[in-house]
Protein backbone atom coordinates (compact mmCIF):
# COMPACT_ATOMS: atom_id res chain seq x y z
CA UNK A 1 0.00 0.00 0.00
CA UNK A 2 0.91 3.34 -1.00
CA UNK A 3 0.78 6.01 1.45
CA UNK A 4 -2.90 7.06 2.22
CA UNK A 5 -3.93 4.69 -0.50
CA UNK A 6 -5.57 1.50 0.60
CA UNK A 7 -6.21 -1.40 -1.59
CA UNK A 8 -9.92 -1.39 -1.06
CA UNK A 9 -12.65 1.14 0.80
CA UNK A 10 -16.06 -0.77 1.89
CA UNK A 11 -18.15 2.18 2.14
CA UNK A 12 -21.29 1.34 4.64
CA UNK A 13 -20.56 -1.12 8.08
CA UNK A 14 -23.42 -3.50 7.34
CA UNK A 15 -23.99 -7.31 6.90
CA UNK A 16 -22.40 -6.87 3.18
CA UNK A 17 -19.71 -4.22 3.84
CA UNK A 18 -18.44 -6.29 7.42
CA UNK A 19 -18.52 -9.78 5.18
CA UNK A 20 -16.42 -8.19 2.32
CA UNK A 21 -14.16 -6.21 4.44
CA UNK A 22 -13.64 -9.49 6.66
CA UNK A 23 -13.03 -11.55 3.85
CA UNK A 24 -10.65 -9.13 2.19
CA UNK A 25 -8.78 -8.20 5.34
CA UNK A 26 -8.04 -11.96 5.84
CA UNK A 27 -6.64 -12.61 2.34
CA UNK A 28 -4.10 -10.08 3.49
CA UNK A 29 -5.62 -6.68 1.88
CA UNK A 30 -5.38 -2.88 3.57
CA UNK A 31 -9.03 -2.12 3.94
CA UNK A 32 -10.87 0.46 5.19
CA UNK A 33 -14.60 0.32 5.97
CA UNK A 34 -16.22 3.39 6.40
CA UNK A 35 -19.93 4.04 8.42
CA UNK A 36 -21.85 6.76 8.63
CA UNK A 37 -23.23 5.76 12.38
CA UNK A 38 -21.38 6.40 15.37
CA UNK A 39 -20.93 2.51 15.14
CA UNK A 40 -21.52 -0.44 13.08
CA UNK A 41 -25.41 -1.18 13.03
CA UNK A 42 -26.90 2.23 14.34
CA UNK A 43 -28.68 3.12 11.02
CA UNK A 44 -29.66 -0.28 10.41
CA UNK A 45 -33.25 -2.50 10.91
CA UNK A 46 -34.22 -5.36 10.34
CA UNK A 47 -37.45 -7.19 10.64
CA UNK A 48 -35.40 -9.52 11.31
CA UNK A 49 -34.43 -12.91 10.95
CA UNK A 50 -30.96 -14.01 9.44
CA UNK A 51 -30.56 -17.28 7.60
CA UNK A 52 -27.33 -18.50 8.21
CA UNK A 53 -25.77 -20.29 5.30
CA UNK A 54 -24.55 -17.47 3.76
CA UNK A 55 -22.56 -16.49 7.02
CA UNK A 56 -22.10 -19.74 8.08
CA UNK A 57 -19.34 -20.13 4.66
CA UNK A 58 -17.34 -17.17 5.85
CA UNK A 59 -17.23 -17.96 9.75
CA UNK A 60 -17.72 -21.50 10.59
CA UNK A 61 -19.85 -21.77 13.65
CA UNK A 62 -20.27 -17.93 13.91
CA UNK A 63 -24.02 -18.97 16.01
CA UNK A 64 -21.72 -19.94 19.01
CA UNK A 65 -20.34 -16.32 19.26
CA UNK A 66 -22.74 -14.03 17.67
CA UNK A 67 -25.00 -11.84 19.27
CA UNK A 68 -27.97 -14.10 18.17
CA UNK A 69 -31.29 -13.57 19.38
CA UNK A 70 -33.44 -17.10 18.94
CA UNK A 71 -33.36 -19.44 16.95
CA UNK A 72 -36.51 -19.96 14.52
CA UNK A 73 -38.18 -23.26 15.09
CA UNK A 74 -41.36 -22.50 14.78
CA UNK A 75 -43.13 -20.76 11.47
CA UNK A 76 -46.52 -19.17 11.55
CA UNK A 77 -48.22 -17.63 8.67
CA UNK A 78 -51.88 -16.14 9.42
CA UNK A 79 -54.31 -14.57 7.04
CA UNK A 80 -55.95 -11.42 8.87
CA UNK A 81 -59.39 -9.86 8.41
CA UNK A 82 -59.90 -7.36 10.81
CA UNK A 83 -61.58 -9.52 13.72
CA UNK A 84 -60.37 -12.84 12.51
CA UNK A 85 -57.34 -14.66 12.07
CA UNK A 86 -56.91 -18.03 10.31
CA UNK A 87 -53.26 -19.38 11.34
CA UNK A 88 -51.14 -22.16 9.51
CA UNK A 89 -48.42 -23.38 12.04
CA UNK A 90 -45.30 -25.36 11.45
CA UNK A 91 -43.04 -26.63 14.38
CA UNK A 92 -40.46 -29.71 13.76
CA UNK A 93 -37.80 -30.97 15.43
CA UNK A 94 -35.69 -31.04 12.01
CA UNK A 95 -36.02 -27.35 12.07
CA UNK A 96 -32.87 -25.70 12.08
CA UNK A 97 -30.52 -28.32 11.65
CA UNK A 98 -26.99 -28.33 9.90
CA UNK A 99 -26.75 -24.96 7.82
CA UNK A 100 -30.39 -24.54 7.41
CA UNK A 101 -30.58 -22.44 10.85
CA UNK A 102 -31.90 -19.24 10.72
CA UNK A 103 -31.97 -16.59 13.63
CA UNK A 104 -33.67 -13.51 15.12
CA UNK A 105 -31.34 -10.71 15.44
CA UNK A 106 -31.48 -7.01 16.29
CA UNK A 107 -28.88 -5.41 13.83
CA UNK A 108 -27.44 -2.98 16.40
CA UNK A 109 -26.03 -5.60 18.52
CA UNK A 110 -25.18 -7.68 14.96
CA UNK A 111 -24.12 -5.97 12.80
CA UNK A 112 -21.20 -4.15 15.18
CA UNK A 113 -19.95 -7.82 16.09
CA UNK A 114 -19.73 -8.61 12.69
CA UNK A 115 -17.88 -5.10 12.43
CA UNK A 116 -15.35 -6.56 15.17
CA UNK A 117 -14.72 -9.37 13.12
CA UNK A 118 -13.69 -7.43 10.07
CA UNK A 119 -11.62 -5.08 12.27
CA UNK A 120 -10.06 -8.09 13.99
CA UNK A 121 -8.96 -9.98 10.73
CA UNK A 122 -7.31 -6.30 10.25
CA UNK A 123 -9.90 -4.28 8.49
CA UNK A 124 -9.71 -0.45 9.49
CA UNK A 125 -12.98 0.78 10.78
CA UNK A 126 -14.13 4.66 10.69
CA UNK A 127 -17.31 5.32 12.46
CA UNK A 128 -19.17 8.24 12.77
CA UNK A 129 -18.05 9.51 8.78
CA UNK A 130 -20.52 9.63 5.68
CA UNK A 131 -18.80 9.64 2.38
CA UNK A 132 -19.74 12.32 0.45
CA UNK A 133 -18.77 11.71 -2.91
CA UNK A 134 -16.58 8.89 -4.92
CA UNK A 135 -13.77 10.00 -6.13
CA UNK A 136 -13.26 9.26 -10.24
CA UNK A 137 -10.48 9.58 -11.90
CA UNK A 138 -10.58 9.33 -16.15
CA UNK A 139 -13.75 7.65 -15.67
CA UNK A 140 -12.62 5.04 -12.84
CA UNK A 141 -13.47 5.11 -9.28
CA UNK A 142 -10.28 5.36 -7.49
CA UNK A 143 -11.70 6.29 -3.99
CA UNK A 144 -14.12 8.28 -1.85
CA UNK A 145 -14.67 12.04 -0.67
CA UNK A 146 -15.73 12.86 2.75
CA UNK A 147 -15.43 16.80 3.86
CA UNK A 148 -12.80 18.23 2.15
CA UNK A 149 -10.31 15.07 2.47
CA UNK A 150 -9.63 12.65 -0.14
CA UNK A 151 -8.73 9.11 0.15
CA UNK A 152 -7.75 7.01 -2.42
CA UNK A 153 -8.28 2.84 -3.15
CA UNK A 154 -8.23 0.34 -6.16
CA UNK A 155 -11.45 -0.32 -5.55
CA UNK A 156 -14.48 0.96 -3.39
CA UNK A 157 -17.12 -1.16 -2.74
CA UNK A 158 -20.55 0.03 -2.17
CA UNK A 159 -22.50 -1.36 0.82
CA UNK A 160 -24.28 2.41 1.88
CA UNK A 161 -27.73 0.29 1.68
CA UNK A 162 -30.97 0.71 0.01
CA UNK A 163 -30.57 4.46 0.03
CA UNK A 164 -27.43 4.44 -1.92
CA UNK A 165 -26.62 8.12 -2.93
CA UNK A 166 -23.44 7.09 -4.54
CA UNK A 167 -24.40 4.50 -6.89
CA UNK A 168 -26.74 6.89 -8.04
CA UNK A 169 -24.12 10.05 -8.19
CA UNK A 170 -22.00 7.71 -11.00
CA UNK A 171 -24.48 6.33 -12.81
CA UNK A 172 -24.71 2.42 -11.84
CA UNK A 173 -28.24 2.65 -10.09
CA UNK A 174 -31.49 4.66 -11.05
CA UNK A 175 -33.62 6.17 -8.16
CA UNK A 176 -35.74 3.46 -6.47
CA UNK A 177 -39.42 3.62 -7.85
CA UNK A 178 -42.47 3.55 -5.46
CA UNK A 179 -43.16 0.20 -6.71
CA UNK A 180 -39.77 -1.00 -5.96
CA UNK A 181 -39.66 -0.10 -2.20
CA UNK A 182 -41.71 -1.24 0.85
CA UNK A 183 -41.89 0.96 3.72
CA UNK A 184 -41.14 -1.47 6.72
CA UNK A 185 -41.93 0.10 10.05
CA UNK A 186 -41.57 -1.88 13.32
CA UNK A 187 -41.68 -1.36 17.21
CA UNK A 188 -39.49 -3.60 19.39
CA UNK A 189 -41.73 -4.59 22.51
CA UNK A 190 -40.07 -5.86 25.82
CA UNK A 191 -40.93 -8.68 27.66
CA UNK A 192 -39.58 -11.15 29.81
CA UNK A 193 -37.84 -14.18 28.23
CA UNK A 194 -40.30 -15.77 30.20
CA UNK A 195 -43.33 -14.39 29.28
CA UNK A 196 -42.37 -14.94 25.24
CA UNK A 197 -41.62 -18.55 25.77
CA UNK A 198 -44.94 -19.25 27.59
CA UNK A 199 -47.01 -16.72 24.62
CA UNK A 200 -45.67 -18.48 21.99
CA UNK A 201 -44.64 -21.70 23.30
CA UNK A 202 -40.75 -22.05 23.16
CA UNK A 203 -38.48 -23.43 25.39
CA UNK A 204 -35.15 -21.33 25.39
CA UNK A 205 -33.17 -19.50 23.27
CA UNK A 206 -36.27 -20.87 20.62
CA UNK A 207 -38.13 -18.23 18.85
CA UNK A 208 -40.93 -17.83 16.10
CA UNK A 209 -41.33 -15.91 12.81
CA UNK A 210 -44.84 -15.02 11.92
CA UNK A 211 -45.66 -13.54 9.09
CA UNK A 212 -49.39 -11.80 8.26
CA UNK A 213 -51.55 -11.10 5.14
CA UNK A 214 -54.93 -9.16 4.49
CA UNK A 215 -56.33 -6.66 6.74
CA UNK A 216 -52.87 -5.45 8.01
CA UNK A 217 -52.11 -3.13 5.29
CA UNK A 218 -55.47 -2.68 4.35
CA UNK A 219 -55.63 -4.33 0.73
CA UNK A 220 -52.27 -2.75 0.10
CA UNK A 221 -49.42 -5.16 -1.03
CA UNK A 222 -47.01 -5.78 2.08
CA UNK A 223 -48.16 -7.43 5.46
CA UNK A 224 -47.25 -7.98 9.61
CA UNK A 225 -44.22 -9.51 10.73
CA UNK A 226 -43.56 -10.58 14.26
CA UNK A 227 -40.27 -12.29 15.49
CA UNK A 228 -39.74 -13.20 18.68
CA UNK A 229 -36.08 -12.33 20.69
CA UNK A 230 -34.20 -13.01 23.69
CA UNK A 231 -36.54 -10.68 25.86
CA UNK A 232 -38.26 -8.49 23.19
CA UNK A 233 -40.59 -8.86 20.22
CA UNK A 234 -40.04 -7.05 17.03
CA UNK A 235 -43.57 -6.15 15.49
CA UNK A 236 -43.85 -4.44 12.45
CA UNK A 237 -45.46 -3.87 9.11
CA UNK A 238 -44.12 -3.34 5.50
CA UNK A 239 -46.16 -1.74 3.00
CA UNK A 240 -45.47 -1.33 -0.90
CA UNK A 241 -44.65 2.74 -1.56
CA UNK A 242 -46.76 2.67 -4.87
CA UNK A 243 -49.63 0.81 -2.88
CA UNK A 244 -50.32 3.08 -0.11
CA UNK A 245 -53.11 4.69 -2.75
CA UNK A 246 -55.39 1.76 -1.99
CA UNK A 247 -55.89 3.29 1.37
CA UNK A 248 -56.36 6.54 3.39
CA UNK A 249 -54.57 5.33 6.61
CA UNK A 250 -51.21 5.98 7.45
CA UNK A 251 -48.58 3.77 8.00
CA UNK A 252 -48.28 4.64 11.97
CA UNK A 253 -51.59 3.80 11.95
CA UNK A 254 -51.31 0.48 10.21
CA UNK A 255 -49.02 -0.19 12.78
CA UNK A 256 -51.24 0.52 15.54
CA UNK A 257 -54.05 -0.76 14.56
CA UNK A 258 -51.72 -4.32 14.00
CA UNK A 259 -51.10 -4.50 17.58
CA UNK A 260 -55.03 -3.73 18.28
CA UNK A 261 -55.62 -6.89 16.26
CA UNK A 262 -57.49 -9.29 18.41
CA UNK A 263 -54.67 -12.33 17.13
CA UNK A 264 -51.98 -9.68 18.34
CA UNK A 265 -53.30 -7.51 21.50
CA UNK A 266 -52.82 -10.58 23.87
CA UNK A 267 -49.40 -11.46 22.59
CA UNK A 268 -47.70 -8.24 23.50
CA UNK A 269 -50.11 -7.02 26.75
CA UNK A 270 -47.87 -5.78 29.08
CA UNK A 271 -45.17 -5.54 27.11
CA UNK A 272 -42.87 -2.07 26.74
CA UNK A 273 -41.86 -0.62 23.62
CA UNK A 274 -38.30 0.36 23.58
CA UNK A 275 -37.94 1.68 20.09
CA UNK A 276 -39.56 2.62 16.47
CA UNK A 277 -37.74 2.36 13.57
CA UNK A 278 -38.50 2.66 9.72
CA UNK A 279 -36.55 1.95 6.62
CA UNK A 280 -37.11 0.57 3.17
CA UNK A 281 -36.84 -2.72 1.59
CA UNK A 282 -36.17 -2.90 -1.98
CA UNK A 283 -38.56 -5.40 -3.03
CA UNK A 284 -38.48 -5.45 -6.85
CA UNK A 285 -35.65 -8.06 -6.91
CA UNK A 286 -34.08 -9.10 -10.19
CA UNK A 287 -35.74 -6.72 -12.23
CA UNK A 288 -34.28 -3.51 -9.97
CA UNK A 289 -30.55 -4.83 -10.57
CA UNK A 290 -28.28 -1.87 -10.92
CA UNK A 291 -25.30 -2.44 -12.71
CA UNK A 292 -23.37 -4.09 -10.41
CA UNK A 293 -19.60 -3.51 -11.29
CA UNK A 294 -17.98 -0.38 -13.33
CA UNK A 295 -13.75 0.54 -13.02
CA UNK A 296 -12.96 0.45 -9.49
CA UNK A 297 -15.97 0.05 -7.70
CA UNK A 298 -18.78 -2.94 -6.87
CA UNK A 299 -22.22 -2.63 -5.49
CA UNK A 300 -23.58 -5.16 -2.89
CA UNK A 301 -26.19 -5.79 -0.71
CA UNK A 302 -29.56 -3.53 -0.11
CA UNK A 303 -27.92 -1.36 -2.37
CA UNK A 304 -28.15 -3.73 -5.14
CA UNK A 305 -31.52 -4.87 -4.26
CA UNK A 306 -30.70 -8.22 -3.43
CA UNK A 307 -33.85 -8.72 -1.54
CA UNK A 308 -36.23 -11.65 -2.27
CA UNK A 309 -39.73 -11.31 -0.91
CA UNK A 310 -42.24 -14.82 -1.50
CA UNK A 311 -44.78 -13.48 0.63
CA UNK A 312 -43.74 -16.67 2.91
CA UNK A 313 -40.38 -15.79 3.42
CA UNK A 314 -38.19 -12.78 3.19
CA UNK A 315 -34.25 -12.78 2.47
CA UNK A 316 -32.16 -9.74 2.68
CA UNK A 317 -29.24 -10.25 4.99
CA UNK A 318 -28.58 -13.60 3.70
CA UNK A 319 -27.83 -12.32 0.36
CA UNK A 320 -25.86 -9.20 1.37
CA UNK A 321 -23.58 -11.29 2.77
CA UNK A 322 -23.21 -13.77 0.30
CA UNK A 323 -22.83 -10.61 -2.03
CA UNK A 324 -20.19 -9.14 0.31
CA UNK A 325 -18.27 -12.53 -0.40
CA UNK A 326 -18.03 -12.80 -3.63
CA UNK A 327 -17.31 -9.16 -4.39
CA UNK A 328 -14.49 -9.68 -1.84
CA UNK A 329 -13.87 -12.81 -4.21
CA UNK A 330 -13.68 -11.01 -7.55
CA UNK A 331 -11.71 -8.00 -5.73
CA UNK A 332 -8.96 -10.37 -3.81
CA UNK A 333 -8.27 -11.77 -7.57
CA UNK A 334 -8.19 -8.75 -8.93
CA UNK A 335 -5.80 -7.38 -6.74
CA UNK A 336 -3.51 -10.83 -8.09
CA UNK A 337 -3.52 -9.51 -11.50
CA UNK A 338 -3.12 -6.16 -10.36
CA UNK A 339 -6.44 -4.98 -12.58
CA UNK A 340 -9.32 -3.49 -11.08
CA UNK A 341 -10.83 -2.46 -14.59
CA UNK A 342 -14.59 -3.34 -15.16
CA UNK A 343 -13.73 -6.40 -16.91
CA UNK A 344 -11.77 -7.55 -14.53
CA UNK A 345 -14.34 -7.06 -11.20
CA UNK A 346 -16.68 -8.54 -13.80
CA UNK A 347 -15.66 -11.45 -11.70
CA UNK A 348 -18.55 -10.36 -9.28
CA UNK A 349 -21.37 -10.31 -11.34
CA UNK A 350 -20.20 -13.91 -12.83
CA UNK A 351 -19.79 -15.30 -9.26
CA UNK A 352 -22.98 -13.91 -8.06
CA UNK A 353 -24.78 -16.02 -11.14
CA UNK A 354 -23.70 -19.16 -10.22
CA UNK A 355 -24.43 -18.70 -7.17
CA UNK A 356 -28.05 -18.90 -5.48
CA UNK A 357 -28.07 -14.88 -5.43
CA UNK A 358 -28.85 -14.18 -8.66
CA UNK A 359 -30.31 -17.63 -9.18
CA UNK A 360 -32.87 -17.01 -6.53
CA UNK A 361 -33.58 -13.77 -7.55
CA UNK A 362 -34.24 -14.82 -11.04
CA UNK A 363 -36.76 -17.37 -9.92
CA UNK A 364 -38.67 -15.17 -7.78
CA UNK A 365 -38.47 -12.49 -10.57
CA UNK A 366 -42.52 -12.70 -11.35
CA UNK A 367 -43.73 -13.03 -7.38
CA UNK A 368 -43.54 -9.39 -7.04
CA UNK A 369 -45.74 -8.45 -10.09
CA UNK A 370 -48.31 -11.86 -8.94
CA UNK A 371 -48.31 -10.23 -5.41
CA UNK A 372 -49.62 -6.50 -6.84
CA UNK A 373 -53.44 -8.35 -6.78
CA UNK A 374 -55.55 -6.60 -4.12
CA UNK A 375 -57.65 -10.17 -3.44
CA UNK A 376 -54.32 -11.23 -2.13
CA UNK A 377 -54.86 -8.99 0.69
CA UNK A 378 -58.85 -8.39 1.33
CA UNK A 379 -61.13 -11.24 -0.85
CA UNK A 380 -58.68 -14.37 0.20
CA UNK A 381 -58.44 -13.34 3.90
CA UNK A 382 -61.95 -12.91 3.94
CA UNK A 383 -62.94 -16.26 2.12
CA UNK A 384 -61.01 -18.01 4.40
CA UNK A 385 -62.42 -16.47 7.35
CA UNK A 386 -65.59 -17.25 6.08
CA UNK A 387 -65.13 -20.84 5.71
CA UNK A 388 -63.90 -21.15 8.93
CA UNK A 389 -66.49 -19.29 10.95
CA UNK A 390 -69.24 -21.94 8.68
CA UNK A 391 -66.57 -24.70 9.83
CA UNK A 392 -66.72 -24.13 13.35
CA UNK A 393 -70.08 -22.71 13.88
CA UNK A 394 -72.74 -24.65 15.20
CA UNK A 395 -75.70 -22.97 16.18
CA UNK A 396 -78.85 -25.29 15.51
CA UNK A 397 -79.04 -24.81 11.61
CA UNK A 398 -79.22 -28.34 9.99
CA UNK A 399 -75.44 -29.28 8.18
CA UNK A 400 -74.85 -28.95 4.98
CA UNK A 401 -72.25 -30.42 3.03
CA UNK A 402 -68.47 -29.08 3.28
CA UNK A 403 -67.90 -28.33 -0.32
CA UNK A 404 -71.29 -26.48 -0.07
CA UNK A 405 -70.44 -24.40 2.42
CA UNK A 406 -66.82 -23.86 0.65
CA UNK A 407 -68.11 -23.25 -2.31
CA UNK A 408 -70.76 -20.56 -1.59
CA UNK A 409 -67.83 -18.55 -0.57
CA UNK A 410 -65.32 -19.27 -3.43
CA UNK A 411 -68.22 -18.23 -5.93
CA UNK A 412 -68.16 -14.56 -4.25
CA UNK A 413 -64.64 -14.34 -5.87
CA UNK A 414 -65.61 -16.31 -9.02
CA UNK A 415 -64.02 -20.34 -9.05
CA UNK A 416 -62.19 -19.45 -12.59
CA UNK A 417 -60.68 -16.40 -10.73
CA UNK A 418 -59.31 -18.07 -7.77
CA UNK A 419 -57.68 -21.22 -10.10
CA UNK A 420 -56.18 -18.42 -12.32
CA UNK A 421 -54.86 -16.65 -9.12
CA UNK A 422 -53.96 -20.18 -7.78
CA UNK A 423 -51.97 -20.93 -10.76
CA UNK A 424 -50.51 -17.56 -11.27
CA UNK A 425 -49.24 -17.67 -7.48
CA UNK A 426 -47.46 -20.95 -7.79
CA UNK A 427 -46.25 -20.33 -11.36
CA UNK A 428 -44.49 -17.00 -9.72
CA UNK A 429 -42.72 -19.18 -7.00
CA UNK B 1 -54.38 3.77 24.40
CA UNK B 2 -52.38 3.97 21.91
CA UNK B 3 -48.77 5.58 21.95
CA UNK B 4 -48.51 8.70 19.88
CA UNK B 5 -46.15 8.85 17.52
CA UNK B 6 -43.66 11.27 19.09
CA UNK B 7 -43.90 9.44 22.10
CA UNK B 8 -42.57 6.48 20.18
CA UNK B 9 -40.05 8.40 18.74
CA UNK B 10 -39.23 9.90 21.90
CA UNK B 11 -38.00 6.55 22.98
CA UNK B 12 -35.35 6.58 19.87
CA UNK B 13 -31.93 7.90 20.55
CA UNK B 14 -31.46 10.96 18.01
CA UNK B 15 -28.16 13.35 17.70
CA UNK B 16 -29.81 16.42 16.25
CA UNK B 17 -27.97 18.46 13.84
CA UNK B 18 -28.99 21.88 14.47
CA UNK B 19 -26.93 23.31 11.92
CA UNK B 20 -27.91 21.35 9.09
CA UNK B 21 -31.29 20.22 7.64
CA UNK B 22 -30.09 17.48 5.25
CA UNK B 23 -33.77 17.01 3.85
CA UNK B 24 -35.17 20.08 2.67
CA UNK B 25 -38.85 20.41 1.19
CA UNK B 26 -41.03 22.82 -0.82
CA UNK B 27 -43.99 23.23 1.97
CA UNK B 28 -46.01 25.12 -1.02
CA UNK B 29 -45.61 22.57 -3.39
CA UNK B 30 -49.01 23.01 -5.17
CA UNK B 31 -50.31 19.81 -5.88
CA UNK B 32 -51.97 18.43 -2.23
CA UNK B 33 -52.02 14.90 -3.52
CA UNK B 34 -48.37 15.14 -3.42
CA UNK B 35 -47.70 16.13 -0.16
CA UNK B 36 -50.73 13.41 1.31
CA UNK B 37 -48.42 10.85 -0.02
CA UNK B 38 -45.94 12.31 2.30
CA UNK B 39 -48.21 12.97 4.94
CA UNK B 40 -49.54 9.08 4.71
CA UNK B 41 -46.16 7.51 4.27
CA UNK B 42 -43.58 9.06 6.53
CA UNK B 43 -43.39 6.15 9.38
CA UNK B 44 -42.11 8.98 11.44
CA UNK B 45 -45.29 11.47 10.83
CA UNK B 46 -42.99 14.01 10.22
CA UNK B 47 -44.61 15.48 7.58
CA UNK B 48 -48.11 17.65 8.40
CA UNK B 49 -50.60 18.80 6.74
CA UNK B 50 -51.65 22.36 7.93
CA UNK B 51 -54.85 23.92 7.68
CA UNK B 52 -53.71 26.34 4.58
CA UNK B 53 -52.87 23.23 2.74
CA UNK B 54 -48.85 23.64 3.25
CA UNK B 55 -46.89 21.05 4.53
CA UNK B 56 -44.86 21.45 7.32
CA UNK B 57 -41.40 19.23 8.08
CA UNK B 58 -39.24 18.40 10.78
CA UNK B 59 -35.99 16.63 10.21
CA UNK B 60 -35.56 16.26 13.72
CA UNK B 61 -37.15 13.16 14.64
CA UNK B 62 -35.94 11.31 10.96
CA UNK B 63 -35.66 7.63 11.07
CA UNK B 64 -33.94 8.00 7.77
CA UNK B 65 -35.32 5.51 5.79
CA UNK B 66 -35.65 7.60 2.54
CA UNK B 67 -39.55 7.32 1.90
CA UNK B 68 -39.80 10.78 0.96
CA UNK B 69 -36.93 10.72 -0.87
CA UNK B 70 -38.71 7.72 -3.24
CA UNK B 71 -42.26 9.43 -3.58
CA UNK B 72 -41.49 12.83 -3.72
CA UNK B 73 -37.62 13.82 -4.67
CA UNK B 74 -37.91 16.40 -7.26
CA UNK B 75 -41.11 17.06 -6.18
CA UNK B 76 -42.38 18.63 -2.74
CA UNK B 77 -38.52 17.04 -1.86
CA UNK B 78 -36.25 19.91 -2.62
CA UNK B 79 -32.93 18.23 -1.08
CA UNK B 80 -32.73 14.76 0.17
CA UNK B 81 -29.23 13.60 2.12
CA UNK B 82 -28.10 11.31 4.97
CA UNK B 83 -27.20 13.09 7.86
CA UNK B 84 -23.45 14.22 8.48
CA UNK B 85 -21.86 11.53 10.15
CA UNK B 86 -22.51 10.94 13.80
CA UNK B 87 -25.80 13.09 13.28
CA UNK B 88 -29.29 11.34 12.80
CA UNK B 89 -31.00 8.28 14.43
CA UNK B 90 -29.36 5.72 16.33
CA UNK B 91 -31.06 2.83 16.58
CA UNK B 92 -29.75 0.71 19.96
CA UNK B 93 -31.74 -2.28 18.71
CA UNK B 94 -32.60 -1.87 15.19
Not at chain 1, 80 to 96: E, F, K, N
Not at chain 1, 246 to 252: F, G, L, R, V
Not at chain 1, 284 to 296: E, I, R, S, T, V
Not at chain 1, 317 to 333: H, N, P, T
Request: charged share 25%.
Amino acid sequence: MSENKFDAIVVGAGVAGSAAGYLLAKAGLEVLIIERGNFAGAKNMTGGRLYSHSLERIIPGFAKEAPLERKVVREKISMLTADSAVTIDYQSSQSGEANTDSYTVLRSDFDRWLADKAEEAGAVLATGILVDKLLVKDGKVSGIITGDEEMEADVVVLADGVNSLLAEQIGMKKPVTPSQAAIGAKEVIELSADVIQQRFNLNESEGVSWLFAGSVTDGCTGGGFLYTNKDTISLGIVCTLSELKHTDKTIPQMLDEFKEHPAIAPLIANGKTVEYSGHLVPEAGYNMLPKLYQDGVVIIGDAAGLVINTGYMVRGMDLAIASGEYAARAIIQAKEKNDFSASSLADYQRLLEESFVLKDLKHYQNFPAFMENPRIFTEYPQMLSDVMADMFTVDGTPAQSLLKKIMTHVKKIGIFTLLKDAWKGVRSL
Amino acid sequence: MRMTIEEKLGLDKFFVDEDYAHIVIDKDYPDLAEKNKLVQACPAGLYKLNADQSLSFDYAGCLECGTCRVLALGTVVKEWNHPKGEYGIEFRYG
